[in-house]
């Protein structure tokens, strides 16, 4: 049984740091390409940052590039965001995703199989 749990999340102010981890479990992590999506109330979801099976690949969404860090260690079984300069529209619940077909990194979530219950990330103004 595929599993995958995140962990993390909080309340912090504007300008603060968080880091987000994804443990995974009942799947070969290292086949897999992963990535963040985010859900603010109201909206749709979307896709933050993602990175190939061996990690050397990261894409980013443009509104967090330079700002966020996405990695893996395969050897753990988990993967990070590190969120810095945090804003308030950073505010949403950021769920891991796991792709276990694809070769690069796809922004769409409809092309993600595994999703975790999501950890909520509040930044206060």
């Known amino acids: 049984q595929v599993q995958l749990a995140e962990s993390g999340g909080g309340l912090v102010p504007a300008g603060d740091s968080l880091r987000l981890s994804c443990a995974a479990s009942g799947l070969t992590f290292s086949n897999y390409v992963m990535a963040w999506f985010r859900q603010a109330p109201g909206k749709e979801r979307e896709f933050v940052a993602g990175i190939s099976r061996g990690g050397a690949s990261t894409l980013y969404a443009d509104s967090v590039k330079g700002r966020f860090t996405i990695s893996r260690d395969n050897a753990k079984n988990t993967q990070y965001l590190q969120m810095n300069s945090l804003k308030p529209e950073d505010t949403a619940v950021y769920y891991c995703?796991?792709?276990?077909?694809?070769?690069?990194?796809?922004?769409?979530?409809?092309?993600?199989?595994?999703w975790g219950q999501g950890t909520q990330v509040t930044v206060s103004s």
């Open positions: 995703a796991g792709d276990r077909t694809a070769v690069v990194v796809f922004i769409r979530p409809e092309k993600y199989d595994y």
